[in-house]
C-alpha cells in the first residue's frame, strides 16, 4: 500500500495523490496478470501476490488499499475457481496488521472462493525479516510470483530476495522507489544501504552531484543496474508527478516482453482524476505528461533524436526504434511512427519512402 504511516502517526491515513494513480496502475495491471497466469489452457496451477508493506488495506478516506484492490482484481478476471492463488501481506505496525485483518473480513464477509483455491496469510514483521520465509512456507517458488515492494522512503528489500524472484518461474516485482532519505542521510547511511543495491556502493557518488533531479536520476540508474544484475531482463520505471510537484519513482521486473508491454499498458491508461502525470526518467528535459489522452511526444521525439546519434550513416529501422521505445523509454512502440513521422515534417530526420512504416530505415537529416 506504501505511503506508510511514521510510527506516531494515525492509523489509517489520508491518500496521497500519487498513491491514488499507483493503486490505478496496479488494479489495471493485476486485471491483466491474473487472467494471463491462471485462465487459458496454458494456465499455471498457481500464483502468488506478495506484499512487503501492505498497510492497513484502506484510507482516511474510504479508499480500498492495495490488498483489498489485488483480490477484487483477481475475482473480477478470474471467475475459474480452479488455480490455487496465494496472498501474502506483510506488514511491520500492528495497527496496519489489525486493520486489514478487519477490512478483509467487512470487504468479503463471504468467503469468495474456497479456502483451498484462495489462501491469504496476513503477517506481522518487516518485509526483509517476514516476506521470504512466508513465501517458503505458501510453497510460492516454481510458480509465478508478483512482488509488490511498495516501501514508504526508501527501499528496504534485499538483493538476494530480487535475485530469488528473478531466477523463479514468470515472476515480477513492483517496486515504489523513494530516493530522498538517501539523499539526506547519504554520510550516515552505512553498508546496509549499499546492500539495497547489492552491495554496489556506487550510488553514493550523488554526494557529488549538484541538483536534486540528479541525484534521483543517479539512484534511480544505479537501482535499475541492481535489478538488472539480480537477472530481471526487462525494466520498467517512471516518475510519477503529482500538481504539487511531488515526485515517486516506480520500478518494475519481469522477465517477458509481454508482463512489459502490458505494464506499459497499464500506465497509459491511467485515470486522470488522480491529477498526476508521470515522465520518463530519461528525457533530459524532464516533461511531465499529464495529457494522456494524446500523448505529449515531445520527450520521445528527444529520445529518438539521441539514440538515432548512434546509428550507422545508413541509418536504422523503425522496429528497432519500437522496440527501444518499448525496452528504453516509458512510451509504448505504437508512438513512435507518429513520432518520426512529426521529426520528418520538420525537418529533424530523413527517410527513404513517402510514408514511414515498420520496415522503414530513418537517420538524422543533414
Given amino acids: 500500500m506504501g505511503d506508510h504511516a511514521p510510527v506516531s502517526g494515525p492509523v489509517p491515513w489520508k491518500r496521497a ?83 486489514l485483518n478487519k477490512q478483509l473480513t467487512l470487504k468479503f464477509p463471504t468467503r ?19 516476506l521470504e520465509p512466508e513465501l517458503d512456507a505458501m510453497q510460492a517458488w516454481g510458480q509465478p510470483i508478483l512482488a509488490v515492494l511498495d516501501s514508504w522512503g526508501n527501499v528496504p528489500v534485499t538483493y538476494r530476495l530480487l535475485e530469488r524472484l528473478a531466477r523463479n518461474q514468470s515472476s515480477e516485482v513492483i517496486i515504489t522507489l523513494g530516493t530522498q532519505s538517501f539523499i539526506r542521510f ?37 537501482y535499475r543496474q ?44 491511467v485515470d486522470r482524476v488522480y491529477g498526476v502525470g508521470f515522465r520518463d526518467p530519461r528525457d533530459e528535459q524532464a516533461q511531465t505528461l499529464f495529457e494522456l489522452i494524446d500523448p505529449v511526444l515531445a520527450p520521445l521525439a528527444r529520445l529518438l ?26 512510451y509504448r512502440p505504437e508512438h513512435v511512427i507518429r513520432t518520426l513521422a512529426d521529426l520528418r515534417a520538420d525537418g529533424r530526420i530523413s527517410s527513404d519512402e513517402t510514408r514511414i512504416f515498420r520496415r522503414s530505415m530513418v537517420r538524422l537529416a543533414g
Fill in 112 to 130: 469468495p472462493r474456497s479456502a483451498e483455491t484462495l489462501r491469504v496469510k496476513v503477517k506481522a514483521g518487516t518485509c526483509v525479516e517476514r
Fill in 17 to 99: 495523490d500519487h498513491t491514488g494513480a499507483k493503486h490505478d496502475i496496479y488494479r489495471r495491471y493485476l486485471e491483466r496478470w491474473f487472467p494471463i497466469l491462471l485462465a487459458g489452457s496454458n494456465a499455471y496451477p498457481s500464483a502468488t501476490y506478495a506484499e512487503g508493506f501492505a498497510g492497513p488495506g484502506v484510507y482516511e478516506g474510504g479508499e480500498p488499499g492495495s490488498p483489498i484492490i489485488a483480490i477484487q482484481a483477481l475475482l473480477d478476471k478470474v471467475r475459474d475457481p480452479i488455480p490455487v492463488v496465494k496472498m501474502i501481506f506483510v506488514d511491520d505496525d500492528l495497527r496496519c496488521i489489525d486493520t
Fill in 186 to 222: 547519504v554520510s550516515k547511511l552505512g553498508p546496509e544501504a549499499d546492500e539495497v543495491f547489492g552491495g554496489d556502493p556506487s550510488w553514493r557518488q550523488i554526494n557529488t552531484m549538484a541538483t536534486g533531479q540528479a541525484k534521483r536520476q543517479h539512484i534511480l540508474t544505479c
Fill in 305 to 330: 533524436l539521441n539514440r538515432l546519434k548512434t546509428a550507422p550513416p545508413s541509418g536504422m529501422r523503425v522496429e528497432e526504434l519500437r522496440n527501444f521505445a518499448l525496452f528504453e523509454t516509458v
Fill in 226 to 269: 541492481t535489478l538488472a544484475r539480480a537477472g530481471f531482463k526487462y525494466l520498467l520505471d517512471f516518475e510519477l508527478i503529482d500538481t504539487r510537484g511531488e515526485s515517486l519513482y516506480l520500478v518494475f521486473g519481469t522477465n517477458h516482453r509481454r508482463g512489459l508491454e502490458k505494464m506499459k499498458d497499464s500506465v497509459w491508461e
